[in-house]
């Protein structure tokens, strides 16, 4: 089994910038893709972005398109997920995700392994 942990959540302004962090224990994702997801209590979870196992290929939802992007960790079982200009409607609980493929994930489907969340919430 492997556990995924994310961490760096809090609560910031509109418009500020937050880096979350996840990293896998168990084993090491050497050839797996990650990504992101965001969910409102009561709502469905929300593809965020995906990161191939490279760090090379990278997918983003057009609601976070040029305002977030991932990094992979150089050991490729680390990722940042960096969040800039951030707006209320962002505000949700951020998971991290592992796929069982290699390839970068385009949508919540293409996972199969999540962290328990960390809390963002962006308000004034």
């Known amino acids: 089994q492997v556990r995924l942990h994310e961490s760096g959540g809090g609560v910031v302004q509109p418009g500020d910038s937050l880096t979350l962090s996840c990293a896998a224990s168990?084993?090491?994702?050497?050839?797996?893709?990650m990504g992101w997801s965001r969910q409102v209590p009561g709502k469905e979870r929300e593809f965020v972005g995906g990161?191939?196992?490279?760090?090379?290929?990278?997918y983003f939802a057009d609601s976070v398109k040029g305002r977030f992007t991932i990094v992979r960790g150089v050991a490729k079982n680390t990722m940042t997920l960096q969040m800039d200009n951030l707006k209320p409607e962002d505000t949700a609980v951020y998971f991290c995700g592992a796929s069982p493929k290699g390839s970068a994930p385009r949508g919540v489907q293409d996972f199969d392994n999540w962290g328990l969340g960390t809390q963002v919430t962006v308000s004034s």
């Open positions: 990161v191939s196992y490279a760090g090379t290929q990278k």
């Open positions: 168990g084993r090491s994702f050497t050839n797996n893709g």
